[in-house]
């Protein structure tokens, strides 16, 4: 395929995603985010926590013409980062990918709509899992970063084992969307 093709393909996938994207991926409602605490807590024993979020790079096939060095990343391409919150069934509820791939997973979300605005997202004590790049926050429970030269104590060792076995579900939603939109 040429450039121009794969290009053209890429809009195309694109404009019919974004226009099935409100009626698939929107965020939960109240009842909806009960529900799946619900099932957290069942399996996990994780109290309010309504989703699980991770972040990804989507490579590009060539170089912005603006700002190229933002989207250029520590792997050596070119990139938009994307993150993703999800439920335990993988059922997507957020994306949000409109940040060079050069960004850090926690400045996306510190600058998405969702984090600022928390209020209207979240309520009684909810919040989300992420992995330990993410930092903590009153909807955002990470798990915990080993420092320079220093080991985690038991209980954090066995904190991130059990978000662990519910995070997974987080890497593989990235996964599944990777693998149907391959030409992405």
Same mark, same amino acid.
């Given at each position: 395929?040429?450039?121009?093709?794969?290009?053209?393909?890429? &809009? *195309?996938?694109? /404009?019919?995603?974004?226009?099935?994207? =409100?009626?698939?991926? *929107?965020?939960?409602?109240?009842?909806?985010?009960?529900?799946?605490?619900? *099932? &957290?807590?069942?399996? %996990?024993?994780?109290?309010?926590? $309504? @989703?699980? &979020?991770? @972040?990804?790079?989507?490579?590009?096939?060539?170089?912005?013409?603006?700002? $190229?060095?933002?989207?250029?990343?520590?792997?050596?391409?070119?990139? &938009?980062?994307?993150?993703?919150?999800?439920?335990?069934?993988? =059922?997507?509820?957020?994306?949000?990918? #409109?940040?060079?791939? +050069?960004? %850090? !997973?926690?400045?996306?979300?510190? !600058?998405?709509?969702?984090?600022?605005?928390?209020?209207?997202?979240? +309520? !009684?004590?909810?919040?989300?899992? @992420?992995?330990?790049?993410? +930092?903590?926050?009153? $909807?955002? #429970?990470?798990?915990?970063?080993? @420092?320079?030269?220093?080991?985690?104590?038991?209980?954090?060792?066995?904190? !991130?084992?059990?978000?662990?076995?519910?995070?997974?579900?987080?890497?593989?939603?990235?996964?599944? $969307?990777?693998? *149907?939109? /391959?030409?992405?």
């Amino acid at each position: 395929m040429s450039k121009g093709a794969v290009n053209d393909c890429v &809009i *195309r996938v694109s /404009q019919a995603v974004l226009k099935l994207q =409100k009626k698939v991926i *929107r965020w939960l409602d109240e009842e909806e985010r009960k529900q799946i605490g619900s *099932r &957290i807590k069942q399996a %996990h024993c994780f109290d309010n926590c $309504v @989703g699980l &979020i991770d @972040g990804t790079l989507f490579f590009l096939a060539f170089a912005p013409t603006l700002n $190229v060095e933002d989207y250029f990343t520590q792997k050596g391409n070119y990139s &938009i980062k994307a993150l993703f919150v999800c439920d335990t069934m993988a =059922k997507i509820t957020l994306v949000e990918m #409109v940040w060079p791939g +050069s960004m %850090h !997973n926690n400045q996306v979300w510190l !600058n998405s709509n969702v984090y600022l605005a928390k209020e209207k997202y979240f +309520s !009684n004590k909810e919040y989300l899992h @992420g992995d330990s790049a993410f +930092s903590a926050s009153m $909807v955002m #429970v990470p798990a915990f970063k080993k @420092g320079q030269n220093a080991t985690l104590s038991d209980e954090r060792k066995y904190f !991130n084992t059990k978000l662990a076995k519910v995070r997974i579900k987080s890497e593989h939603c990235v996964g599944l $969307v990777k693998a *149907r939109f /391959q030409c992405v």
